[in-house]
């Protein structure tokens, strides 16, 4: 469910018309919706009710600081994977003990900025940066709390791009070698093992790969327990997906995601942390572009749009889809014909979608990206030196320009020429 719906004929999000927004800030934009925001948030926490747990926002998935501040203020703890992720985290006032610091390439002045700012715990992912992070706990007199993310050899059944959890993937340890890992860890100074962790991958659709993961994190959890290990919080990842076509079946719900979890590891006696990104911030999310050219090709049309690839970089890099429809609602009935939906960046890559079929639409007219929240934003780029584009946040009838678009002269100036050119 989100909160952009047609109301008079015209989408809005919230109570605030998109057209209105399109007039304050131009197109492209992106915009969220808090409803929506806090309605995914609170599925998690209602599917986890009962159990010892934090739900810890994957900030990968959208990392913008009013989007952040918004979810830590329902309670919201987030899982971080740089230290430019964590910095805006603590700047949107989340403090350190609610901060997981995730990643395969931490390095030692991100560990060390992470231990003087406060971090819940680090998910460790290989041997060196385990004895890394031992070095810069012991030099600063600290002692960093930590997870070991084990690699399950589990098939995500996702794209191979997001997969995670494979034996051929950069993530984790093979869990095979976690209590030798393990026992590495107990004797390092500066080190406190806590727990274990897995992610398997992203835009899961079916529940299967995960309780293969967790029947595996639940033996190697005894098995450690076993050998004297205090494990006493899982952290299970993110990665549940959300219906991105519409007509297609839906992923299973964050009810049914939690009633796995308790069947699993109910009497583990253990906290459980989740890192939802995409369940989250996906749906609240919608990108709004305006249509340039209707170009008539040779047995094709196309919808060139002010969006580009660089704005929205998911169905070039992964083939990804989104529902792209009118901001202005069609007549019941009217006839549709088939478009490819196209940016202008100087890329045949730059293709949103090839023969979809749309309702008759001109130049100047809106059209809206669905399940544009997350991997949007925070994946675009100035490809072609064309300016990151506005993300605002509605709330009820408030709008408001939580990241504006920057000018030509402060991109063009951030480059410096030598004096020797």
Not at 34 to 45: D, K, S
Not at 47 to 69: D, Y
Not at 249 to 268: K, N, Q, S
Request: net charge negative.
């Amino acid at each position: 469910m989100d909160h952009f719906l047609y109301r008079n004929g015209i989408l809005h999000a919230e109570d605030v018309p998109l057209p209105q927004i399109a007039a304050e800030v131009g197109t492209p934009f992106y915009v969220y919706s808090c409803a929506t925001l806090t309605r995914h948030y609170r599925l998690f926490e209602e599917a986890l009710a009962g159990m010892e747990h934090l739900v810890c926002f994957a900030m990968k998935s959208n990392s913008n600081q009013a989007v952040i501040a918004h979810l830590a203020g329902l309670g919201a703890g987030m899982d971080v994977v740089s230290g430019g992720e964590y910095l805006r985290a603590k700047a949107a006032g989340v403090p350190g003990e609610r901060i997981v610091f995730s990643g395969v390439g931490k390095t030692k002045d991100e560990m060390r900025m992470a231990l003087k700012g406060g971090i819940r715990q680090f998910n460790v992912e290989s041997e060196p940066e385990l004895i890394a992070l031992s070095e810069v706990a012991t030099s600063l007199g600290v002692t960093a709390p930590i997870t070991v993310r084990v690699n399950p050899d589990v098939d995500a059944k996702t794209h191979e791009k997001i997969a995670t959890g494979k034996s051929e993937n950069k993530f984790g340890i093979p869990i095979a070698k976690a209590p030798a890992v393990y026992a590495m860890a107990a004797k390092l100074p500066g080190i406190e093992v806590i727990g274990i962790d897995v992610h398997i991958g992203s835009q899961l659709t079916e529940l299967e790969p995960f309780r293969l993961a967790y029947e595996k994190v639940r033996e190697l959890t005894l098995r450690l327990r076993a050998d004297g290990h205090d494990i006493r919080r899982l952290d299970l990842g993110g990665g549940l997906g959300i219906p991105y076509e519409r007509s297609n079946t839906a992923p299973p719900l964050p009810t049914e995601y939690g009633a796995l979890i308790r069947e699993v590891f109910h009497d583990l006696d253990v906290e459980i942390e989740i890192e939802p990104g995409r369940l989250i911030s996906g749906n609240a999310g919608i990108l709004v572009a305006s249509v340039i050219y209707v170009k008539e090709g040779e047995g094709r049309d196309f919808l060139i749009l002010d969006a580009a690839m660089n704005d929205l970089v998911r169905p070039a890099m992964y083939g990804a889809w989104h529902d792209i429809i009118p901001v202005v609602e069609p007549a019941p009935g009217l006839d549709q014909r088939p478009y490819d939906i196209v940016g202008p960046v100087c890329e045949s890559g730059d293709t949103f979608a090839k023969q979809r079929q749309m309702p008759a639409i001109g130049p100047g007219e809106l059209v809206a990206f669905r399940s544009a929240g997350a991997y949007g934003a925070v994946m675009s780029s100035e490809y072609n030196t064309r300016p990151l584009i506005p993300e605002v946040l509605v709330k009820d009838d408030h709008m408001a320009v939580i990241r504006a678009r920057p000018t030509f002269d402060e991109i063009i100036n951030r480059d410096t020429i030598p004096s020797w050119v």
